[in-house]
């Protein structure tokens, strides 16, 4: 046995719904400070300026306030005016909207996405300097290595008449530096 029923319905009585928007900048930086311990072959202001000469026929470029940086992918590398310590930074940023029926609403969202957001752009940023770190040492290093030879040349020169410079690698890839000075 079966019924039939009858639903009548009436018109939906819409109403406008009102959206919060909020939006805000998330930044993040971060920064690797490494130490340049030169050794005083020559007097410190000799062989600072030794390594920016030899950084600026690398490509970097000298800063008014006495800084020389360049960039490295995305991170930018700086050496210090003293030519003690290179700083390598990287930052990003990423704008956050959310939307809501309320106000406060909003404005919680908008805080939760933002931490959220945070996080993850300073994991960007340190895989960003870690996966530079090792380029901008290597590149420190050879120029330190550049710096040294000239340095030595200069004090051998200072000592006696240079008979003879030899260049080489040793068993491990060291370089061998001999300079003959006849005093």
């Known amino acids: ?4 029923y009858r639903i009548r319905m009436r018109d939906p009585n819409w109403r406008p719904v ?3 928007d909020a939006a805000k900048q ?3 930086a971060d920064a690797i400070e490494m130490d340049v311990g030169m050794l005083e072959i020559l007097p410190e202001g000799a ?5 920016r000469e030899e950084l600026a026929a690398s490509g970097w470029s000298k800063g008014q306030d006495g800084t020389m940086s360049r960039r490295f992918g995305e991170v930018e590398v700086t050496l210090a005016p003293d030519g003690r310590t290179v700083t390598a930074r990287a930052a990003a940023s990423k704008q956050v909207t959310t939307r809501a029926t309320s106000e406060a609403q909003a404005a919680s ?4 996405a933002g931490k959220r957001v945070e996080r993850d752009l300073a994991q960007e940023v340190a895989r960003r300097l ?10 420190l290093q050879a120029a330190l290595q550049k710096v040294y030879v000239e340095a030595l040349r200069q004090k051998a020169a200072s000592m006696g008449q240079i008979e003879s410079v030899h260049e080489g690698r040793g068993a491990d890839g060291e370089l061998e530096l001999t300079i003959k000075v006849r005093v």
């Open 109 to 112: 969202r908008l805080e939760e």
């Open 130 to 139: 870690g996966a530079q770190e090792g380029e901008i040492r290597g590149e």
């Open 47 to 51: 062989m600072t300026t030794l390594l």
């Open 26 to 28: 998330v930044e993040t």
């Open 1 to 4: 046995m079966s019924r039939g």
């Open 18 to 20: 009102t959206y919060h």
